[in-house]
């Protein structure tokens, strides 16, 4: 395996973590940046495990205002960051920096709307991509898209990867299936792109947000259509004589 050149290190940030720390604490509550070695190890890699590297800190903020003031901050001081959802991404979207700042978006974990007349789903983006058909199957409805990570993976890192599965050859991937999203911007702008309804006015800009890879913002919140279960389900296999006549 060839291995990937990591961005050089700016050893200024280095040299200024303990004043970027005293600030950043005061962002959110002070429980919530971690920068202690024992603290930080868990986020040294995502799936990817082959790359590995100490953030500079890891940072856990609760609420979409946290994450803009924190933003701004790291955008002033020329800060790196990167976003992190559950961590199993496999192309190392999550993977730390020395001289960065990880915001994981783990305390999003909350369903904040079920619109059933709607057939739409709000959530924060660290809610597990199965959690929102178990919120909804009660009454018979699924959110399409299933990557095999479903159990662990969040909505928000699938909208940052444009994740699918087996349902995406019938229903296509994220982009196919989220309605909107609330992300902010690395200067700290707090934007909302879409809705509930369909097909907004405007450029597309959700379709440039939707396998962004954590590079143009942090999304804080994602609208997702939901599906009605079909009646029957039922398995085919179809054989083809040579990959050309499959396709
Ligand atoms: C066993 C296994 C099976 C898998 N199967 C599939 C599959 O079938 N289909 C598939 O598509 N993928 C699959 N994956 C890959 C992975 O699960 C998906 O890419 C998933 O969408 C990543 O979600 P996450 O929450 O773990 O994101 P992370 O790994 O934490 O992050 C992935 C990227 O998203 C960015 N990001 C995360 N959250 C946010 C946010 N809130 N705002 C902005 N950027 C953010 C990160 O910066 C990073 O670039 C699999 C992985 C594993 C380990």
């Known amino acids: ?45 995502d799936a990817l495990a082959a790359y590995k ?19 701004k901050f ?4 020329n800060i790196k960051v990167v976003p992190r959802g559950a961590g199993t991404g496999l192309s190392g979207g999550a993977l730390p920096l020395q001289d960065a700042i990880l915001i994981s978006l783990t305390k999003f974990n909350k369903i904040l709307e079920i619109d059933f007349a709607n057939k739409c789903v709000v959530a924060q983006p660290g809610v597990t991509n199965l959690s929102i058909t178990h919120a909804v199957q009660h009454k018979g409805f699924y959110y399409a898209p299933d990557p095999s990570s479903q159990l662990a993976c969040s909505i928000g890192g699938n909208v940052a ?3 699918g599965g087996v ?15 609330e ?26 947000i939707c396998g962004s890879e954590g ?13 009605k279960k079909p009646q029957t389900v039922k398995a085919a296999l179809i054989g083809f004589p040579t990959h050309e006549d499959g396709g």
């Not at 790291?74 to 001081?77: D, F, G, S």
């Not at 349902?167 to 309605?179: F, M």
Request: glycine residues 8%; charged residues 20%; contains cysteine.
């Open 183 to 208: 992300i902010v911007l690395m200067d700290g702008t707090i934007c909302r792109l879409g809705g509930k309804a369909l097909d907004q006015e405007g450029y597309d800009m959700l379709g440039l």
């Open 53 to 71: 590297q100490m953030p500079l800190g890891v940072i856990l903020p609760e609420s979409t205002e946290e994450v803009s003031n924190i933003l």
């Open 215 to 227: 590079l143009l913002g942090v999304i804080t919140e994602v609208t997702v259509k939901i599906l």
């Open 74 to 77: 790291c955008y002033q001081e």
């Open 167 to 181: 349902h995406s050859l019938k229903y296509g991937t994220t982009t196919n299936n989220i309605l909107g999203v």
């Open 1 to 45: 395996m060839s291995n990937i050149a990591l961005p050089k290190i700016d050893q200024s940030i280095i040299e200024r973590k303990k004043n970027i720390f005293s600030k950043l604490k005061k962002l959110t509550a002070p429980e919530n940046f971690l920068s202690h070695e024992a603290e930080i190890k868990p986020y040294e890699t």
């Open 161 to 163: 990867e444009n994740s």
